[in-house]
């Protein structure tokens, strides 16, 4: 499969279709939200999508506890979508060597909020390594791909062949301050202060905001196939 995503069309959600707020859960399969953040609070639900032509569920985030202000505070807290790709999938990928290869990301996504948000990719192995790509939601209430090309990372020690973590994937909604000012677009050895760098948006300023994702694919190449 040159997908290296698991249930990225989110169908399956065999530990139930709606997930109340809670700082840590495991939602649709493979997908995991984490918040830290002070007030704000979400539900997650599988929902049905009739507006994307060869999709038919989404993963939706929707805040029922509003937080403004949450780029523009002081701290190291966030909210957070994540997805964990195994370390012996990713083997081919040659991570950490002169022979490492770019890899795509690409997903549909919906959101009531327009801006700039961003998914980081980190890697625990050896040395903990750090990529943070921006995309912005140009339209409200509309269906929009976004491709992110991650590149070759040839430092950094490797990924090691096990049944750990290889990378994870965190999609962002918000963040604070403390996440910000060091450039990250290209790997770099992990600092707070790269996270989340280009990450200006936030789900969280109105009750009902809220974000949909699907279609997610990561795939080894520099080109997102259909």
């Known amino acids: 499969n040159r997908n290296l995503i698991i249930n990225g069309a989110m169908q399956v ?12 859960i495991y939602t649709l399969d493979r997908f995991r939200y984490y918040r830290n953040i002070d ?12 507006d994307l032509a060869g999709f038919t ?29 195994e370390a012996q999938d990713l083997q081919h990928i040659a991570n950490g060597t ?9 997903f549909y996504v919906k959101s009531n909020v327009t801006g700039t948000f961003c998914v980081s990719i980190y890697k625990s192995d050896n040395t903990a390594r750090l990529v ?3 995309y912005t939601i140009n339209s409200a209430n ?9 590149p070759a990372d040839t430092s950094g020690g490797g990924i090691n062949n ?16 403390g996440y910000q000012g060091t450039t990250s677009t290209s790997w770099i050895n992990y600092v707070d202060t790269g996270w989340a760098n280009l990450c200006t948006a ?25």
């Open 162 to 177: 096990d049944n750990g973590e290889g990378y994870a994937l965190y999609w962002i909604f918000a963040r604070q301050q």
């Open 98 to 106: 002169s022979s490492a290869k770019p890899l795509t990301l690409s």
């Open 132 to 134: 943070s790509l921006p």
């Open 57 to 85: 569920k989404a993963l939706k985030v929707n805040t029922t506890t509003a937080e403004t202000g949450i780029p523009s505070k002081s701290g190291a807290k966030y909210s957070t979508l994540i997805y964990r790709v």
């Open 202 to 226: 936030s789900i969280f300023e109105n009750v009902n905001d809220h974000i949909f994702i699907t279609g997610v694919q990561l795939e080894v190449g520099s080109v997102a196939t259909d």
């Open 142 to 150: 509309t269906w929009e791909q976004k491709t992110l090309s991650i």
């Open 13 to 24: 959600a065999q530990r139930g279709t709606s997930f109340a707020e809670a700082s840590s």
């Open 39 to 50: 007030t704000g609070e979400v539900t997650i639900s599988q929902q049905a999508v009739t």
